[in-house]
């Protein structure tokens, strides 16, 4: 004799069983407020030399490792006068190590009057997820990624985790 079990007493269970384990692309939904346009990785890779990229994140974290050309600009001090020679039409591709941090500095660009700002989508994990290269201080290839802490290392899957510098 086969037992009934209602439907919401399966869905209970199941959420349950789930509750606190977010994939890498939920963990990113969650986190955005979808106010610059998100740029996938591979899309950033096809038209790399016309864009100019900006790294948001702290000094620390920038010195481990960046995409190649980065540009730094440090999230906690960002002024947009920091990029006042990049004409307000130029595509602008900013980033961190999972987006949050690059989509409020991509929101000050876009008030301040810069019409082709994106979000790469990720951020520094998600690229170095995809199997893409950054490179260290001194512009050489590296595996290490800065972290930030444990916590968000986490959502680094490829690569050397460095929570401190």
């Not at 481990?64 to 920091?82: K, L, N, P, T």
């Amino acid at each position: 004799m086969k037992k009934y079990i209602p439907p919401f007493i399966l869905l209970l269970i199941s959420s349950l069983t789930s509750c606190g384990q977010k994939t890498f692309d939920e963990k990113m939904e969650s986190l955005y407020r979808n106010t610059v346009p998100l740029i996938k990785a591979d899309s950033l890779k096809s038209k790399f030399n016309e864009v100019v990229i900006l790294d948001t994140r702290a000094k620390e974290e920038y010195q481990v490792s960046h995409i190649s050309g980065a540009r730094f600009v440090d999230y906690d001090d960002f002024e947009v006068e920091q990029v006042s020679d990049v004409p307000k039409d130029q595509e602008v591709i900013v980033y961190c190590s999972v987006g949050y941090r690059s989509e409020r500095v991509g929101e000050k660009l876009q008030k301040a009057g810069y019409t082709n700002v994106k979000n790469l989508y990720g951020g520094i994990f998600g690229w170095k997820n995809e199997g893409n290269e950054v490179v260290d201080s001194n512009n050489l290839p590296t595996d290490s990624v800065h972290t930030y802490n444990q916590s968000w290392g986490k959502w680094l899957y490829k690569g050397i985790k460095v929570y401190e510098r």
